[in-house]
């Protein structure tokens, strides 16, 4: 399975993609924190098929978990959850392209966390690419800049990319803390420790916000089923995404997954070219061509 990580961090990216697109259109008809618990209450359903058929298929027992376990998901969970609203915060802004692309930075940070959380190493051809694959990405932001050369230098002092770097920061420590999670059941086939962190992990994501929703924002529940067609969309688009990223992170190191996941901006160019007909900026093009090469040799040390 040494590379089977790589598809399915593909097919994560693309469900993300999805998601993001439709949880935009949910931040009009609910508050941050309810469309943030939309992905995670409709999304349950779909997670436990996931686990139900690694053990079907498989025939093993549920992984016995441990305090060790529950820490590492609590961990991964309360960051998502902080993430997404930072990251759902950010679509309701003027520049929210920005702030996406800025989230986009998990994977330096990832790296960062890695090293100092869990003690695995990036090599230095690795970072390379990562840095490379992070420039293509802010590259691609730029479209609509009046000053491009001014935007990339310092485009991260506006609101909306600190907003995209808190959001990329979280990201990167709920990955680590779900790798972690995955890899302390010491479960051999991966995708069956994948799954059942996924599961723990929304179950708890729900009743934290639940909590929350019930004292603070009580009337938004109403509104969260009241939205359930496209509230269901967004659980299942978010679910399948999840076990690509919780499966992929179980596999491989978390850096190098959100470096390849940041083809999420790769599929972002395409729709908007392909399907909305947008004319694509220069800058755009040469952020994708050195996404693309960031991409390939994070690939390429990854042998």
């Not at 929304?202 to 969260?224: D, S, T």
Request: glycine share 10%; proline share 3%; hydrophobic share 55%.
């Amino acid at each position: 399975m040494e590379w089977a990580w790589i598809p399915i961090t593909i097919w994560a990216a693309a469900c993300q993609t999805v998601r993001t697109g439709l949880q935009k259109q949910l931040k009009g008809r609910l508050s941050t924190n309810g469309a943030s618990f939309v992905r995670f209450a409709y999304g349950l359903p779909l997670a436990v098929v996931y686990l139900a058929a690694c053990l079907y298929f498989t025939g093993k027992p549920l992984p016995g978990t441990h305090l060790e376990f529950y820490a590492w998901t609590a961990l991964g969970a309360v960051a998502q959850i902080l993430a997404t609203n930072l990251l759902i915060l950010a679509l309701s802004m003027r520049n929210f392209v920005v702030a996406t692309a800025y989230s986009k930075t998990e994977a330096l940070q990832a790296a960062a966390f890695g090293m100092l959380i869990l003690a695995e190493p990036v090599s230095a051809s690795g970072v390379a690419a990562i840095v490379i694959g992070t420039i293509g990405v802010l590259l691609i932001s730029l479209k609509g800049s009046d000053n491009a050369i001014r935007a990339f230098l310092f485009g991260w002092m506006e609101k909306s990319a600190l907003i995209g770097i808190g959001s990329g920061a979280l990201f990167a420590v709920s990955a680590i803390g779900f790798r972690a999670a995955s890899l302390s059941l010491s479960e051999e086939f991966l995708p069956l420790a994948a799954a059942t962190t996924l599961v723990h992990a929304i179950v708890l994501q729900i009743g934290l916000m639940l909590a929350y929703l019930l004292w603070r924002e009580p009337g938004e529940l109403k509104r969260v089923v009241q939205a359930w067609r496209p509230g269901l969309v967004v659980g299942m688009a978010s679910a399948a995404g999840s076990a690509g990223w919780f499966t992929a992170m179980a596999l491989q190191v978390a850096a190098y997954v959100r470096m390849l996941g940041m083809t999420e901006m790769v599929f972002t160019f395409l729709m908007s070219y392909l399907v909305f007909r947008e004319k694509p900026a220069r800058s755009e093009i040469i952020g994708v061509i050195v996404l693309v090469g960031g991409i390939l040799l994070g690939l390429a040390v990854r042998k």
